[in-house]
């Protein structure tokens, strides 16, 4: 990068609103840009396996979604405060990720060159979506926004040191990886190819599995062949992977649309409203929780008549979601397995899926490296207990039948350990009983317990005992569905 080029990007905010990050937060385009840069993420061997051991993208892609979509916002946000705090919890998380992959490589998540690959990947996406929509960048533009990514590496690396400083080079350092170490790892073929099939209903939709089966089996093969069609055609020749027909015009005309759609007027398209409408569970007490109820109704009398005129062989459980039902009821041990434990999709109960719980708590109550410590230490004690308790075949992780054969003993003093160190984390103020805030922190969503009879708070024992009744007792319609069990 010249001394001149830098310093028209010194001059320019890095972060916050006046960054060009900022100015494509809400771009549609993003839309299929950030399939695109998973997919280029997940062919790398070490990213790869840590996606496949460690990450919910399987089973809870939309939470995974929210979540990712909320810590770019602190990242890229204007108060390095919370930057630095996020940059913080984001090296805690990766230190915790760490094994070999099914060719025993070692991988670790904390590798500044494979690091460096991510923050790449999303910079040369978001070059690519711009070029692919017939807006490409102006030189000075790329520029800056490519500082604003060096940046963001800097942020959680200490330096920006494992990407190159001038762009020129960035082009040929990106080449090179894509040439020598890009594979067609299973996390890869999982995106394109399982992901898309079996993508699980948002929120939005849980209710309507007609209508989400038969929007999924028409837009999956869609955005797989366009993912496809954008990749780097050195990857896609060493990766082997197929290419329909047509496929290049789908995506270019895909991408003109997307830009198009830019065009709107300011508002229309907000990327935080459309993931929270996603995610939201219907009966939060956030405000646009009565739209997405609403959206909801519409969906199911549409769903309901999908299925008279077109039934679907296949289709998903016609029993509605757990957040549909009224009252409380019970689900079978292999219902509980899929939705609440097997957090990331592989069919089996280890130490990842317990830590992705983990994880899941520590980042809906924002908590600092001890509260987060202790969280993990108490979920890591459960793992054994269960290990010891339930692995009977001794191959160092749990199937569902050895769960459905042993499912009491989750109920184990570990896990009461576990509930008794969440509700420390979740009372905040140590007072000893949970309140109305303190409860939507961790389960955005209103206080739902009675006055009457517990005086507005939520005690530790009456919590515990949720907890408990939930994680063994396999009950329904508690607030624990949406933190645990929801896509």
């Known amino acids: 990068m010249t001394t001149e080029t830098a310093g028209r990007a010194d001059e320019a905010p890095l972060f916050g609103p006046g960054s060009q990050y900022s100015a494509f937060f809400d771009d549609p385009r993003w839309a299929l840009a950030m399939i695109r840069a998973t997919v280029l993420e997940a062919a790398h061997p070490q990213i790869g396996a840590a996606l496949v051991d460690n990450s919910t993208f399987v089973a809870h892609p939309w939470r995974r979604l929210r979540n990712t979509f909320l810590s770019m916002r602190r990242m890229f946000g204007a108060d390095p405060a919370v930057r630095e705090r996020e940059a913080a919890r984001l090296n805690r998380l990766h230190a915790r990720m760490s094994g070999s992959d099914s060719r025993g490589r070692a991988y670790d998540a904390m590798d500044r060159p494979t690091r460096a690959w991510v923050v790449a990947t999303l910079f040369e996406s978001a070059v690519t979506m711009c070029r692919l929509s017939g807006q490409p960048l102006s030189q000075d533009t790329m520029e800056r926004m490519y500082a604003e990514y060096r940046a963001f590496l800097a942020a959680l690396d200490g330096d920006a040191a494992e990407l190159p400083e001038d762009l020129n080079d960035f082009w040929r350092y990106f080449d090179r990886v894509v040439e020598n170490e890009l594979e067609n790892t299973e996390a890869a073929r999982v995106i394109l190819y399982r992901l898309f099939d079996h993508l ?273 007792g396999r009950r329904t319609g508690t607030p624990y569905d949406p933190l645990l069990g929801d896509a």
Request: net charge negative.
């Open 200 to 472: 699980p209903a948002p929120a939005l939709l849980d209710g309507a599995p007609a209508l989400w089966a038969a929007g999924r089996a028409v837009a999956g093969p869609v955005l797989g062949a366009i993912t496809v069609a954008s990749l780097p055609e050195p990857y896609r020749r060493r990766a082997g992977l197929p290419e329909m027909p047509g496929a290049p015009i789908l995506m270019q005309s895909a991408y003109l649309a997307a830009g198009v759609a830019r065009f709107l007027p300011a508002g229309w398209i907000n990327a935080e409203s459309i993931i929270e409408a996603l995610t939201l569970s219907p009966d939060s007490d956030d405000p646009r929780a009565r739209t997405v109820a609403a959206l909801r109704a519409r969906m199911k009398r549409a769903s309901a008549l999908l299925r008279l005129l077109t039934p679907l062989s296949g289709d998903t459980d016609p029993d509605p979601a757990p957040s549909a039902r009224t009252g409380e009821s019970r689900r079978s041990a292999e219902e509980f397995f899929r939705r609440v434990l097997d957090q990331t999709g592989d069919g089996h109960l280890d130490w990842p899926d317990l830590a992705a719980m983990a994880r899941e708590l520590s980042t809906r109550l924002d908590l600092d490296e001890p509260e987060e410590t202790r969280l993990y230490e108490a979920f890591a004690t459960w793992w054994r207990e269960l290990q010891s308790t339930l692995d009977t075949d001794g191959d160092g992780r749990v199937s569902a039948e050895e769960y459905a054969t042993a499912a009491p003993s989750l109920a184990g003093p570990a896990l009461i350990r576990v509930a008794e160190v969440l509700f420390d984390a979740t009372d905040r103020d140590g007072n000893g009983s949970i309140d109305a805030d303190e409860f939507r922190a961790l389960f955005r969503t209103a206080f739902h317990r009675d006055p009457a009879t517990t005086d507005g708070a939520y005690s530790r024992s009456a919590f515990v005992g949720d907890f408990l009744s939930f994680m063994a």
